[in-house]
């Protein structure tokens, strides 16, 4: 049997980012790109946190989960405000880990936990749907392109 360290470093495939917004202010709407230059202080053109929330990443198949939490079907990924959408591998399971999206390498840090807006935007119910779902923040290790379509890996 593989020893724990083997088991949690291994991962199945790369996933690829298959959405990229932006918000130039809080409380605007999320608005799609197709690629983005991302630095220390996150992407550029962004309403964001430099530090460990200078970028923030969910994945793709946690759209469809909160979804389903809320009786419809997936939700869109602007509403929940994240920048980057990443299809294919689990996020969870990079947490604190160097990962490469594109050109820019990337540190998954803290959860990113949904805010009493989602409330306002997903409906009775939005905030608990999120939890537990909502992705990830992430700090910047290494400026770089980020393009619809790239692998996401670990390093």
């Known amino acids: 049997m593989a020893d724990l360290k083997a088991l949690i470093a291994g991962y199945a495939q790369s996933g690829q980012v298959t959405w ?12 799609p790109v197709p690629q983005i230059m991302v630095h220390d202080s996150g992407l550029e053109g962004d309403h964001a946190r430099p530090g460990k929330r200078a970028v923030t990443l969910i994945q793709a198949e946690q759209l469809a989960v909160i979804g389903a939490m809320l009786g419809r079907d997936a939700v869109p990924p602007d509403i929940l405000r994240r920048n980057l959408v990443v299809a294919g591998i689990n996020l969870s399971a990079l947490k604190g880990r160097l990962v490469r999206v594109g050109q820019a390498v990337l540190s998954f840090d803290v959860i990113c936990a949904p805010c009493s807006r989602m409330e306002e935007a997903l409906g009775r119910g939005g905030y608990s749907a999120v939890r537990g ?20 890996s670990p390093i």
């Open 20 to 31: 990229i917004g932006l918000r130039a202010q809080r409380r605007v709407d999320m608005q």
């Open 133 to 152: 779902h909502g992705g990830w923040c992430a700090s910047v290790h290494t400026s770089g392109l980020i393009r619809l379509g790239d692998s996401v």
